[in-house]
Nanobody
Framework: QVQLVESGGGLVQPGGSLRLSCAVS????????MRWYRQALGKQRDLVAT???????NYADSVKGRFTISRDNAKNTLYLQMNNLKYEDTAVYYC????????????????WGQGTQVTVSS
């Protein structure tokens, strides 16, 4: 089993910052790609940022220059530093990883966290 636990969400004023974390645990052999998604109320889940095992990053246009994705492979933890937050960043943020486990050593499956709420409001 693989567990992903997000933390760091909350209420912040426009222009403020938050740092999300996603701790990955379980019988993990290897983690490949890691991602952050977000889903605003009544809308589809959108990809926000990705980071490969080689630390190559990509961002949605709406967050470029404001958000930074990073990972600590020693801790199996994913981060999202969010600066200059805007009202439209309000959403539930989900982390997702592609991981192989002791039960499935040669296949990578995608796992999801439960989400953390980010609310930008004055």
């Amino acid at each position: 089993q693989v567990q992903l636990v997000e933390s760091g969400g909350g209420l912040v004023q426009p222009g403020g910052s938050l740092r999300l974390s996603c701790a990955v645990s379980g019988s993990i052999i290897s983690i490949n790609g890691m991602r952050w998604y977000r889903q605003a109320l009544g809308k589809q889940r959108d990809l926000v940022a990705t980071i490969t095992s080689g630390a190559t990053t990509n961002y949605a246009d709406s967050v470029k220059g404001r958000f930074t994705i990073s990972r600590d492979n020693a801790k199996n933890t994913l981060y999202l530093q969010m600066n200059n937050l805007k009202y439209e960043d309000t959403a539930v943020y989900y982390c997702s990883v592609d991981a192989s486990t002791e039960r499935n050593r040669f296949h990578f499956f995608r796992y999801w966290g439960q989400g953390t709420q980010v609310t930008v409001s004055s």
